[in-house]
């Protein structure tokens, strides 16, 4: 088993910045690739980005891309969001999940998911 525990979500102005955390436990972490989503009040579960077991290869929902970085540091079985240029729409609940390779981008073919961490953007 893997658990998963998000951090680092906030209050935080338009145009500000926030890091999110994903700290696995367990010695598999590293053969998992990671995704991150997120679901907004009222709206569906959405596919922000991933990263492969290795962090050789990521990809980023257009909404995001350019303003979103993904990245991983195996030797602390943790993978951050830093996120920037945020916007009111950004606001939402953000998970992060383990999948068996890198480019799933539905939640359902994802195997562990963390409890979520709040971020809201205030305009």
């Known amino acids: 088993q893997v658990q998963l525990v998000e951090s680092g979500g906030g209050l935080v102005q338009a145009g500000g910045s926030l890091r999110l955390s994903c700290a696995a436990s367990?010695?598999?972490?590293?053969?998992?690739?990671v995704g991150w989503f997120r679901q907004a009040p009222g709206k569906e579960r959405e596919f922000v980005a991933d990263i492969s077991w290795g962090g050789g290869s990521t990809r980023y929902a257009d909404s995001v891309k350019g303003r979103f970085t993904i990245s991983r540091d195996n030797a602390k079985n943790t993978v951050y969001l830093q996120m920037s240029s945020l916007k009111p729409e950004d606001t939402a609940v953000y998970y992060c999940?383990?999948?068996?390779?890198?480019?799933?981008?539905?939640?359902?073919?994802?195997?562990?998911w963390g409890q979520g961490t709040q971020v809201t953007v205030s305009s």
């Open positions: 367990g010695r598999t972490f590293s053969r998992y690739a």
């Open positions: 999940a383990l999948g068996a390779r890198w480019g799933l981008m539905k939640g359902e073919d994802y195997d562990y």
